[in-house]
Structures are given as C-alpha cells and as structure tokens.
C-alpha cells in the first residue's frame, strides 16, 4: 500500500506519526511530500519535494483563493492546495492506489488488511472527509480538485461561500469565518454519484478514526472538565474503544487514531500505546500556548 502524507513546515509529532506507519506497514511505501525542512524525515518516509509538484491548476487556485475561515490564510489555503497537489503526484509517480492521510493521524494496522473490505470501492473516507481517504481510482480525485479550483473561480459559486461564511445561524452556532477544506470535502463527496467507502464505519469490529474528539452517543467517552476524548486502551499495541450505544458493551479495534488541533498534544503517548488519559489543566496550557504562538506568527507575518 502506498501512504501519502502532505505537510509543510515543523511539526515535533511528525516523526511519531512517520515511525508508527514504519512500524505497522514495513513494506509499504511512505510518501512525505513537504518542504526542504522535512527531509530528515528520509528514514521514514520517502521525500518529495513540494515545490517540484506543481501544476497550472495549482498555480491557478493560489492567485484565486479568498481567505473565508479562521485559521491563518496560508495555511488554509495550503488545506485546500494539497488534493490538487496529490493528485498531481499521484500522475507524475504513476501511482494507481493510496491512501492519503493527515499528518496527525497515527496507523496500528497493516492497511492492506484493514482496507480489504473497501476494495471495490473507488474512492473511501471516513465521514465523507478527505482527510483518511483510500484512493483506487485518480479520476474522482481529479474531478475533486477541480471543483475546488471551480469554487474559488466562478463567482456564483464564490458568493455562494461568501454568504456560507455570513450566514447567520453560522454565526449564532459560533463557526462564522470557519469556511475550509473540510466544508468543501464534505460538499463535494455528497454530491458523487459513485458509491464511497465509509472507512468512519464499524467492519469486521473495527474502524477507522475520524476525529478522537467525537464519538458519542456510540463510544465510551473519558471526560474531565469541558473535554471530551474517546476512552482509548490498548491490547497488544491495538487502540480499542468500548462501543455502548443502546446499552452494548463491545470492544471495537481502531486501525487509527485521528488527533487533530489540540489532541495533537497526545500523539507522543498514543505512539508508545499508553491508554489514553488527561489532565485538563495542561489542555488549557497547551491551547493558550499555542493561540499565543498563533498571534506572534499573524503578527510577524503582517
């Protein structure tokens, strides 16, 4: 199986997220496509230049994108930028089948076995996202990146985002300004008229992870404060988590774990298979942290 994992700029949790897919999948081949800064990563993964993929279309969507969401606009854009720029590399390699992951998302299994019973599907993801998603065939990717070159492009669709961003119950639920990659995924993938793979689906007792922060009302939750994570244990290096809607008690094995924003703060400790545990005192540390460190880089870069 190929992995494909894209990603710019220092992260301290990349290595664990590279070393664990080491690890689960030997055989397999590491793609890290990023910047010159990664390339030590050569251990791990095999390296590709960022800079080197580079298509028209990609050239096209950074001089037409509007900045519509919360985080920092090079940063979202680059969110959006990278299934043009995947899709890309999976031409210019030849590369017929993948799967794409984000880079803060740790494997625990062969993936060859755990994507067997998404096989005759052409495209597979977790929640309609594309952020684990198993590509066999390049051309729903292809129609994907040019449906975000068409939404930044055409400008009924672009007023379409526009009021998407203003939209007053948007604002009421406190998401206003919050317009990225995942809004456009979800819209997109809704609307494919082939049959996807939902890797977010319990198979065989197990699944794929969209977001360790969401799992109720079906999974045990550990709470503690205002935070929420799913109760995560280990059994012989394997995250389970105990499945309890409707009064069950079952055990369903994790082939991941996704640990986006601040649960990024856990990957070092999952990595080494530590059952998952808190402190919410150090979250809010960490979260205030790392805003602070957000505002010096806004303010740096102004």
Not at 52 to 70: A, P, T, V
Not at 144 to 171: A, H, P, V
Not at 198 to 215: K, P, Q, R
Request: charged letters at 30%.
């Amino acid at each position: 199986m190929n992995i494909v994992i894209i990603h710019m700029g220092f992260a301290k949790y990349l290595i664990y997220v590279l070393r664990q897919i080491k690890i689960t999948n030997p055989n397999s081949e590491i793609f890290l496509i990023s910047d010159k800064e990664n390339k030590k990563y050569s251990k791990y993964s095999i390296f590709v230049d960022i800079s080197k993929i580079q298509s028209l279309e990609s050239k096209s969507f950074k001089e037409n994108y509007i900045h519509l969401g919360k985080s920092a606009p090079n940063y979202e854009m680059f969110c959006m930028l990278r299934w043009i720029i995947l899709r890309d590399f999976m031409r210019e390699y030849n590369i017929k089948e993948c799967l794409h992951i984000d880079s803060d998302i740790l494997i625990f299994s062969d993936l060859n076995k755990a994507l067997n019973p998404f096989s005759n599907y052409k495209i597979s993801l977790a929640h309609n996202l594309a952020l684990t998603m198993h590509i066999k065939d390049i051309e729903i990717l292809d129609e994907f990146s040019k449906y975000l070159l068409f939404k930044y492009t055409n400008e009924n669709e672009l007023n379409k985002l526009k009021d998407m961003y203003y939209k007053t119950d948007r604002i009421n639920n406190g998401v206003a300004g919050s317009i990225s990659d995942m809004d456009i995924s979800r819209e997109f993938f809704s609307r494919v008229k082939e049959p996807i793979g939902d890797l977010s689906e319990i198979v065989n007792d197990s699944i794929f992870d969209s977001a360790i922060v969401y799992g109720e009302p079906e999974f045990e939750m550990l709470k503690k404060g205002k935070y929420k994570l799913k109760k995560i244990f280990f059994e012989n290096k394997i995250p389970f988590c105990n499945y309890v809607l409707n009064g069950e008690n079952k055990k369903i094995k994790f082939h991941s774990l996704h640990l986006l924003t601040w649960t990024k703060l856990f990957i070092k400790k999952l990595s080494n298979c530590k059952d998952l545990d808190f402190n919410p005192y150090f979250i809010n540390i960490y979260r205030e942290f790392t805003a602070f460190k957000s505002k010096i880089r806004k303010y740096i870069n102004k």
